[in-house]
């Protein structure tokens, strides 16, 4: 698939979603929504109907990642509304194998994200369930946080891990990455990335999306 770049509306102008969408749509594989409930996470931002009207005008496949407690009950929903991606944070989620199935059944793509503090070993039985591990590179919650360096290593991880397994499995980052992060994600192995504010801050949108894509396309897979 080569490098995918999947701007984040929590950083968009939240009273002008189509628009935001539309902002993005030529330039960007993926919208990335994300679905805080409060719990799981300090913030609260937006739910299924939210998700399921943005559905609705995007032109682009939209990546759910859900920072909410329980996703065993809520995720395969976000697939059923029409979500080609759902993620769930194995911290949060009771039965990941279940559920991923679940969110596979409903035609989308499954994924489990990891917090800073979460180890990837334990989880690495799960990489024939899912097309997508999500490694976090800022403590979920919030957009325009600082770049966490120190995920790094847990990006090779999953990138040696994904190479043994032999599928193909996506590697996704998220928080802080930008012109000057995106480089070292690509170097570590990650070809999904999320970029907010360095994506709706930008004047355009478009070419904030360019740049990314071009620095991170500057290093294959290890
Ligand atoms: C943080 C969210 C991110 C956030 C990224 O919990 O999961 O998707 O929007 O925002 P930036 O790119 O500004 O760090
Ligand atoms: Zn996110």
Known sequence: MGVQISPSILSADFARLAAECERVAGAADWLHVDVMDNHFVPNLTLGLPVVE??????????????????????????????????????????D?????????????????ALKPGTPFPPYADLLPEVDMVLVMTVEPGFGGQSFMADQMPKVREVREAVRRHGGEVWIQVDGGVSAATIEQCAEAGADVFVAGSAVYGAESASTAIGELRALAARHAHP
């Open 96 to 112: 990941a194998v279940r559920t991923a199935r679940a969110i596979r059944a409903a035609g989308a793509r499954a994924a489990f």
């Open 53 to 94: 009207a943005l559905l609705k005008v995007s032109p682009i496949p939209v990546d759910c990642h859900l920072m909410i407690d329980d996703p065993d009950r809520w995720a395969p929903g976000y697939a059923e509304a029409g979500a080609k991606s759902v993620t769930f944070h194995v911290e949060a989620v009771a």
